[in-house]
């Protein structure tokens, strides 16, 4: 496209154009790094779009950062949803379901493990720790809602503590596995399919579990 041309398009449309570039450098650095790697010269030099007109729309690197997070957690949100949702459609029994959902959440972090790290990394901002807490209840409280569809199978004389623990322990050991948070030096540990198959058959062996707490 040629200046004159450039200069031709509406003035919107070339503005949301040079944020959709913006918002788009920024995921690839953080993507390919942490928060630390991102700099206001960086995403101007891989956007094409001037430090001027960066900090036109934004204060500095840690509204942007946010504005990147809370876009990429949408999706994120709205991608686990339709899968949850596909899942749940299905009306596995609980023996199938179990470990069906563990793996579901364990390949969900998995492919955007990237992305999460530096969101959890910098989670003493409270606009970051308040989005992503919003992002992991949803996650949580639909993943507990998909393993009471078989709320009749569940041996656990608790099943809604028995569900709950089960995200819980999945989750964290998941997140040790990809370095989320303070697990950044775990990362990797272990054999992946091994762990996701474990996670499953040890949260079907507690829900099926009928011994009470004395």
């Known amino acids: ?4 041309t450039c200069d031709k398009m509406p003035k919107q449309d070339r503005s949301r ?23 206001i010269a960086g995403i101007s030099k891989r956007s094409g779009v001037s430090t001027g007109s960066i900090y036109a729309r934004f204060k500095g690197k840690d509204e942007l950062f946010r504005a990147v997070m809370a876009l990429v957690l949408e999706e994120i949100d ?3 949803a339709q899968h949850i949702e596909r899942l749940g459609k299905q009306e ?8 069906a959902a563990v793996g579901l959440l364990g390949d969900h972090l998995h492919r955007h493990a990237a992305m999460l790290r ?12 308040r989005r992503g ?10 993943f507990i809602t998909l393993l009471l569809q078989a709320r009749e199978e569940i041996h656990h004389p608790r099943p809604e503590h028995a569900v709950a623990s089960c995200f819980t322990i999945a989750y964290a050991a998941f997140a040790r596995f990809f370095g989320l948070g ?9 054999d992946w399919e091994a762990l996701k198959q474990d996670l499953g058959d040890m949260c079907l062996g507690f829900l099926m579990h009928t011994a009470h707490k004395a």
């Open 133 to 142: 807490k919003a992002s992991f209840r949803l996650t949580s409280e639909s």
């Open 78 to 80: 709205e991608e686990w």
């Open 118 to 129: 530096p969101f959890m990394a910098h989670a003493h901002d409270e606009h970051v720790a």
């Open 182 to 190: 303070s697990a950044a030096d775990a990362a990797g540990e272990g």
């Open 1 to 4: 496209m040629t200046e004159a």
């Open 92 to 99: 596995l029994r609980l023996q199938a379901l179990v470990p």
């Open 17 to 39: 154009a040079s944020l959709e570039r913006l918002m788009t450098a920024t995921r690839e650095i953080l993507h390919d790094g942490t928060f630390e790697h991102l700099t």
